[in-house]
Nanobody, 119 residues
Framework: QVQLVESGGGLVQPGGSLKLSCVASGINFGLYQMAWYRQPPGKRRELVAI???????DYPLSVKGRFTITRDNARNTTNLQMNSLTPEDTAVYYC?????????????WGQGTQVTVSS
């Protein structure tokens, strides 16, 4: 059974930081691309950070320079360090694991963790 379990969300003041963690089980973690998405209230889910199975990160412009994604294959964990948070970062954050080789494709999601940026 595949599980992605996020943790680390909460309430933080503008300008503050949070670190989200996602622990995966039931998959060969090192073969998966990992990513963090978020869904602000009333909006569509959007990508905020992605890291390849080789460890190469990428970010959209909205978070580049503020967010850092890492992975630890030995611990089946991916983390998202978020700095300089603004109220616009308020959302439910989801961990995603994605694998595709030829015709085989696996796409798994965590249950989400709420991040609220407010004074």
């Amino acid at each position: 059974q595949v599980q992605l379990v996020e943790s680390g969300g909460g309430l933080v003041q503008p300008g503050g930081s949070l670190k989200l963690s996602c622990v995966a089980s039931g998959i060969n973690f090192g073969l998966y691309q990992m990513a963090w998405y978020r869904q602000p209230p009333g909006k569509r889910r959007e990508l905020v950070a992605i890291i390849s199975k080789e460890g190469s990160p990428d970010y959209p412009l909205s978070v580049k320079g503020r967010f850092t994604i890492t992975r630890d294959n030995a611990r089946n964990t991916t983390n998202l360090q978020m700095n300089s948070l603004t109220p616009e970062d308020t959302a439910v954050y989801y961990c995603n694991a994605y694998y595709k080789v030829m015709w085989r494709e696996n796409d798994y999601w965590g249950q989400g963790t709420q991040v609220t940026v407010s004074s």
